[in-house]
T-cell receptor
Framework: DTGVSQNPRHKITKRGQNVTFRCDPI?????LYWYRQTLGQGPEFLTY????????KSRLLSDRFSAERPKGSFSTLEIQRTEQGDSAMYLCASSPSVGDAFFGQGTRLTVV | QKEVEQDPGPLSVPEGAIVSLNCTYSNSAFQYFMWYRQYSRKGPELLMYTYSSGNKEDGRFTAQVDKSSKYISLFIRDSQPSDSATYLCAMRRGNAGNMLTFGGGTRLMVKP
């Protein structure tokens, strides 16, 4: 499968725990994006990488959230001290320098 | 007020009907307009992509952009039960990479 891959697909965690999600973009894509989607809403932009550089972060990305793309390939999104309000679908997308963004299937986080 | 507004539906139509889905937006800097289809618990899938005003047709799908009215539409001809999904409009500024601003999505149900 040459699409955007996200792992895990589902994560249930207790409030206060840390969680980390992984995204493997389409191999030739140098741009990578994280979005968050809550039930009944459209995705909301969180952050954007071009290669390994994090170029933009939304104000939605509180200091409990951190994203990395260490070698310009896969990316991780970590949420520290999770809260119930963090429950959502976390979507990763990738694109080439010029062209459309393709989304992964998402990681669904439930904080109990 | 959100930058991109979309009627959440649900919109229920019989098989074979013509479907019209719409979004309005407030930011005149948006230049690129997309429609994504999202099946339940899946990631968004790009359907149509248009730049500036005008029409674009692809099979049973037609996208229209009216920048003067800040209004975009997606028409689906000969709708099929497999078209039942949530349709998300998305848009971006010209220099914003692929950082997309989404509408909230319209849920479409096509009844056989």
């Amino acid at each position: 499968d040459t699409g955007v891959s996200q792992n895990p697909r589902h994560k249930i965690t207790k409030r206060g725990q840390n969680v980390t999600f992984r995204c493997d973009p389409i191999s030739e894509h140098n741009r990578l994006y994280w979005y968050r989607q809550t039930l009944g809403q459209g995705p909301e932009f969180l952050t954007y990488f071009q290669n390994e550089a994090q170029l933009e972060k939304s104000r939605l990305l509180s200091d409990r959230f951190s994203a990395e793309r260490p070698k310009g390939s896969f990316s991780t999104l970590e949420i520290q001290r999770t809260e119930q309000g963090d429950s959502a679908m976390y979507l990763c997308a990738s694109s080439p320098s010029v062209g459309d963004a393709f989304f992964g299937q998402g990681t669904r986080l439930t904080v109990v | 007020q959100k930058e991109v507004e979309q009627d959440p539906g649900p919109l229920s139509v019989p098989e074979g009907a013509i479907v019209s889905l719409n979004c309005t937006y407030s930011n005149s800097a948006f230049q690129y307009f997309m429609w994504y289809r999202q099946y339940s618990r899946k990631g968004p899938e790009l359907l149509m992509y248009t730049y500036s005003s005008g029409n674009k047709e692809d099979g049973r799908f037609t996208a229209q952009v009216d920048k003067s009215s800040k209004y975009i539409s997606l028409f689906i001809r000969d709708s099929q039960p497999s078209d039942s999904a949530t349709y998300l409009c998305a848009m971006r500024r010209g220099n914003a990479g692929n950082m997309l601003t989404f509408g909230g999505g319209t849920r479409l149900m096509v009844k056989p």
